[in-house]
């Protein structure tokens, strides 16, 4: 598998949208840019990544990260640093940590990991 791993086959609800200097932690089979994605696991050894839920949530991570895509309004982020843009219809979307979950209201905020799993998030706009 890609960088990817999946539990289960199961029905996709996200694409990848952008890779930009992306360096994948599995680099022999890297994910497309287009490909669609289900429930499993992206690590991004270094670079930028863009998740586009079908649900309208757009998510960018920045290697080093490992981030889970749990469901079409869910997501878990292990370690690094990701943004999230949810507009209104994408309000709902969570984004859980090892520290705990955020719930976004139709915002757009920033979201770090360190690898003790403590997080820092900051909000450009609207409420988590």
């Known amino acids: 598998v890609y ?3 999946r539990p289960a ?3 996709s609800f996200a ?3 952008q890779a930009v200097g992306a360096e994948w932690e599995h680099p022999a089979d890297p994910p497309p840019v287009g490909r669609r994605l289900g429930p499993g696991t ?7 990544a863009r998740i586009e839920f079908d649900t309208g949530a757009t998510v960018t991570i920045e290697g080093p990260a490992e981030f889970r895509l749990d ?3 869910r997501a878990f982020l292990a370690r690094g640093r990701m943004t999230a843009v949810c507009p209104p219809d994408a309000a709902g979307f969570r984004v859980g940590t090892p520290g705990g979950d955020l ?3 139709g ?10 799993g403590a997080s820092e998030v900051c909000v450009f706009q609207g409420a988590v």
């Open 107 to 116: 915002t757009a905020f920033g979201l770090a990991v360190d690898p003790g």
């Open 103 to 105: 719930t976004d209201r």
């Open 9 to 11: 086959a199961g029905p």
């Open 42 to 48: 992206l690590r991004l050894a270094a670079g930028l």
């Open 15 to 17: 694409v990848l949208g």
């Open 71 to 73: 469901a079409p309004d």
């Open 3 to 5: 960088a990817v791993t």
